[in-house]
């Protein structure tokens, strides 16, 4: 397997079905995520042994860059994979650190009516090295350590539920690449049934719900996935997230001029969430070629941030990134793949 994709107790396991001492996975992960080598050759503190025998086992193989675009204190990046399929990531820069938002499968099954991810359905899951190497490739171009993860780019995380995790368990790894579980966010259309079982995951990483409306009629109207697992579910969902791991949730929403910014949208959806431990990130809309949504005017989002405000929900203003470049989920490989 590509030895971006073994957990650090999943290596201890290795070394110690080998009859090999466990210590042997510190060293490792030391010269792969601390040291960055490219080959096993490289492990100078490592048996020549050990390395003939994780030769026979482990190969590395990381994404190759195909495309690159910048804006100001933004950079999207198209990847291409082993077999061609492509994906992307954006960095982003902030005064408190660097981000970057990273795809999670090859196109999307969800069908969200706003997102350009969806256009182009589903190919495959992403392997947990695919994660991985998103990660390394733009630290490596960037030069300098990235500090928050977000998993918001192509794809559904929760549709890719095992492989996320184990991608959150190497890049959490104080052995690794040791970026903290509070600077990682997952988010979700609203799967319930994994929200769920993410209630038990052991790690403080931050769950974000794309909600984007506030009642189901508006949601089932632009989001598929709410046929299934209406308003009513996901937030009891929520709210039994947020009893067991005492943490807050961040709902994220879209503003679509004309569909879901009204002044009533925003009392609505202030009822909805009050009481509830968490904060709404509105996000102006980034237009693309192929949808016909269109973004929100700066005073409708303004008022519909003062009427939350008004209601103690708290909010926030998502700062635009990226109006020069194909910043939408999705564009860049769909822009790609039509030219």
Request: hydrophobic share 35%; aromatic share 10%; with cysteine.
């Amino acid at each position: 397997m590509n030895i971006y994709g073994i957990t650090f107790e999943e290596l201890e396991k290795y070394f110690i079905e080998k009859n090999d001492k466990k210590f042997k996975a510190t060293q490792v992960f030391d010269w792969v995520y601390r040291k960055r080598i490219n080959n096993f050759d490289e492990m100078r503190n490592v048996s020549k042994d050990t390395i003939n025998t994780m030769k026979e086992d482990f190969y590395f193989d990381k994404l190759e860059i195909i495309q690159r675009q910048e804006d100001v204190d933004v950079a999207k990046y198209l990847f291409k994979l082993k077999d061609g399929e492509k994906v992307e990531a954006v960095v982003m820069y902030h005064d408190y650190g660097t981000s970057i938002c990273i795809s999670t499968q090859v196109g999307c099954n969800m069908g969200c009516k706003f997102c350009e991810s969806g256009r182009l359905k589903k190919v495959r899951n992403l392997e947990t090295y695919e994660m991985v190497s998103q990660i390394l490739m733009v630290e490596e171009d960037i030069e300098k350590r990235l500090s928050h993860i977000v998993l918001m780019g192509i794809g559904e995380p929760f549709d890719n539920y095992e492989n996320v995790i184990k991608f959150i368990d190497i890049v959490n790894s104080d052995k690794g690449i040791a970026i903290g579980s509070r600077h990682i966010t997952v988010s979700t259309c609203g799967i319930v049934p994994k929200i769920r079982e993410f209630t038990n995951y052991d790690k403080q990483v931050n769950l974000a719900i794309s909600l984007h409306a506030p009642n189901n009629e508006i949601r089932n109207s632009i989001m598929n996935i709410n046929k299934a697992y209406p308003i009513e579910e996901i937030i009891k969902a929520i709210k039994d997230y947020i009893a067991k791991t005492n943490r807050r949730v961040t709902f994220e929403y879209i503003m679509l001029k004309g569909v879901n910014d009204s002044e009533s949208c925003a009392l609505e959806l202030s009822k909805l969430l009050r009481g509830i431990n968490c904060y709404v990130n509105l996000i102006p809309y980034n237009e693309t070629s192929h949808i016909e949504y269109k973004k929100s005017s700066q005073d409708t989002i303004m008022k519909f941030y003062d009427i939350l405000k008004k209601n103690n929900i708290g909010v926030t203003i998502r700062r635009e990134f990226g109006s020069k470049v194909n910043a939408a989920c999705g564009q860049l490989r769909s822009h790609y793949e039509e030219v």
